[in-house]
């Protein structure tokens, strides 16, 4: 099943306020220890069990959760901030028989267009539709699918689970949909920081401190209020205050930091070289000082600052010049801030007030991911970093033809740098499906480079797989079937299916669309993929459903076959043809008129196709049933007016 934009909250995005109240300076995907995993595999069981120790259930989740028992759909709706996706999450993850099975739906096609699809679920699944980004014109093409989309729910006996788009007026809701909808009131924001500091293995408190007092009477969105206990301990456990008064107040003034304390900070340096150093410490904010040093002289001379010309031994050490940004390295030599979470308003300050500037950072930003002093880690961190400011300040267009040279340059650092940034990219809650679009039509291009064909594959098999599988699925077929450079692809691409049997079914379907083609990778992935051992598995231990049970899997297969019989040379089959006639030699009654119902159906409109299969069956003790089938529908072809 496809899936839809993800973030955890309603406070995932970047934002920087000069206004009044309180000023939240904070990075889109977050800086918990959980934040990468919650971004890729939002409705993985363990993560939503630890949400679970933590939610306090909204106002009104009583009656979604009515809803959702009675009609199988719930629409959820409330103002931003009022845990409206994590309501939805733990209304999915009450159903035990489902998560193993939770999944989310994306309201897009295989191109990246808006689009829900109504396919009909081959079984029961709990499905999370998060629509709260959503715009005008986006929620209606989404909301002209909706009822097919419940009926099909409705049929298979899923859930289905929708967040409405912000302050969406009753009216631009189907009268027949009216009644699926469930409006939800935040809960009491000290409970859920309390929930979540014990969560954070803070149990020892008895009362909030006023410094958290005043930042909750600001009512701050959930997704912050949850922020702010993972700052507490990640202050806590930093050393660098005593008690817990102190740990939150410092987590309260990261979160509530003013951009005007950041200028003033970049002001008072001296001159270029300290500002540098500055802005390559925020973004690479816990790397080893070496590699601090070398990606700021990078910098430098990017911006063609001038040389420093004193003899070594004049100049500041580097921990002097650490110190005067306020940053210092650990005990393994790691640099980072001695205030929390001020690398992101570092970033966020140089981005905002210096564009000049943005297009030397581009540069900049190529050239450090090569640096070999950089640690994997260090990469990663760098080009999600450049990624995330980009996409905010800039538009897509502009990261997506920096990251196209990435991916084209010879340097395999710069490969991979290019990779973890359109991971990070197409997982974006606004530009997300703008850079899967991309990638679709990277994929489906006739020029594929090799190296653009390791990024695509690289992308598409990693946090894009865990996040949007069939997205990734649809991505890695088209570079597979494409490109002589395409093995890794088809690689990941049938570990990809195998390990869900879902995606396992729905490549059936598209293998039975396309082999009549003759496509070399076709015929090994359905080689692989066909496999009657395979398609005869349980789904699970404690299930007896297989792959083959399902409704449509069987009719394509059948495609498949056809296809191969049709246009194939028979020396690229038979070995699994043979596959086949054994399992079905040693298999029961039912199962083994299921496979060769299978095989009779594929050639049924092809005399010689038929008569191929019954001489290839003689060698197996199915070939008397296999006659049988045979003359049956040569039968009904002769009797067909």
Not at 266 to 287: E, K, Q, S, Y
Request: hydrophobic share 40%.
């Amino acid at each position: 099943m496809n899936t839809f934009r993800y973030r955890f909250g309603d406070a995932g995005r970047s934002a920087y306020n000069t206004g009044p109240g309180p000023q939240y300076v904070y990075q889109y995907f977050g800086n918990g220890p959980e934040d990468r995993e919650s971004r890729s595999r939002p409705l993985a069981t363990d993560l939503l069990a630890g949400l679970r120790r933590r939610f306090e259930p909204p106002v009104g989740f009583g009656e979604a959760r009515r809803i959702l028992a009675e009609s199988h759909t719930v629409l959820i709706d409330g103002e931003p901030g009022s845990g409206r996706s994590a309501a939805a999450r733990m209304l999915l993850f009450e159903y035990r028989t489902l998560r193993s099975n939770l999944r989310e739906a994306l309201a897009e096609d295989d191109e990246g267009n808006v689009r829900l699809e109504t396919r009909p679920l081959p079984e029961s699944v709990g499905l999370l539709l998060d629509l709260s980004d959503a715009d005008l014109p986006t929620w209606r093409t989404v909301h002209d699918g909706l009822p097919g989309f419940h009926d099909s729910v409705r049929r298979s006996g899923s859930r289905l689970a929708v967040v409405l788009p912000v302050r969406l007026p009753l009216s631009a809701l189907h009268s027949d949909l009216a009644p699926l909808r469930a409006v939800i009131h935040r809960p009491d924001a000290r409970l859920v920081l309390q929930s979540a500091l014990r969560e954070a293995g803070l149990e020892d408190f008895r009362d909030l401190p006023e410094d958290i007092d005043r930042y909750l009477k600001h009512e701050p969105a959930l997704g912050e209020v949850t922020r702010l206990a993972w700052l507490v301990r990640a202050e806590a456990g930093a050393g660098r205050r005593e008690n817990f008064a102190d740990w939150c107040r410092a987590a309260v003034e990261a979160l509530t930091r003013r951009p005007q304390e950041v200028a003033r900070h970049v002001v008072a340096l001296p001159d270029g070289r300290p500002r540098a150093l500055l802005l390559t410490t925020a973004m690479l904010h816990g790397a080893r000082s070496d590699a601090v040093y070398e990606a700021c002289e990078t910098l430098l001379g990017c911006v063609d600052h001038p040389l420093d010309d004193r003899p070594l031994l004049d100049r500041e050490d580097l921990s002097a010049r650490f110190a005067e940004i306020r940053a210092a390295p650990d005990q393994h030599g790691r640099v980072t801030f001695t205030e929390i979470n001020y690398d992101i308003a570092v970033r966020t300050h140089f981005w905002n007030n210096m564009p000049g500037l943005r297009a030397r950072l581009g540069d900049w930003a190529g050239k450090a991911v090569a640096l070999r002093s950089l640690m994997p880690e260090d990469r990663r961190l760098l080009a999600e970093r450049f990624a995330e400011q980009v996409l905010r300040t800039g538009t897509v267009e502009d990261f997506l033809q920096r990251v196209r040279t990435w991916a084209d340059h010879a340097d395999r650092h710069v490969r991979k740098a290019a990779a973890h940034a359109l991971t990070y990219g197409s997982l974006h809650p606004d530009h997300g499906r703008a850079v899967r679009k991309e990638l679709y039509s990277w994929a489906t291009s006739s020029s594929l480079t090799a190296a653009l064909t390791e990024v695509l594959t690289d992308v598409c098999s990693g946090e894009l797989a865990s996040r949007h599988p069939e997205q990734a699925m649809v991505r890695l077929h088209h570079v597979a079937r494409r490109t002589r450079f395409g093995q890794e692809a088809e690689k990941s691409l049938i570990g990809l299916a195998l390990g869900d049997h879902l995606l396992h079914h729905r490549m059936l379907e598209r293998l039975a669309r396309g082999l009549a083609d003759s496509r070399d990778a076709d015929i090994r992935l359905f080689a692989a993929l066909a496999s009657p051992q395979r398609l005869t598995a349980s789904h699970t231990a404690s299930r007896a459903r297989t792959l083959l049970d399902e409704r449509g899997v069987g009719s394509s297969l059948a495609g498949c076959w056809s296809g191969l019989f049709g246009n194939v040379p028979g020396a690229r089959w038979h070995g699994l043809l043979h596959q086949w006639l054994s399992a079905a030699d040693q298999a029961a009654p039912d199962r083994r008129a299921q496979l060769l119902d299978i095989l009779v159906h594929a050639c049924r409109q092809q005399l010689l196709p038929l008569a191929l299969l019954y001489r290839l069956a003689l060698p197996h003790r199915v070939a008397p049933l296999v006659q049988q089938k045979i003359d049956a529908v040569q039968g009904r072809l002769r009797t067909s007016p």
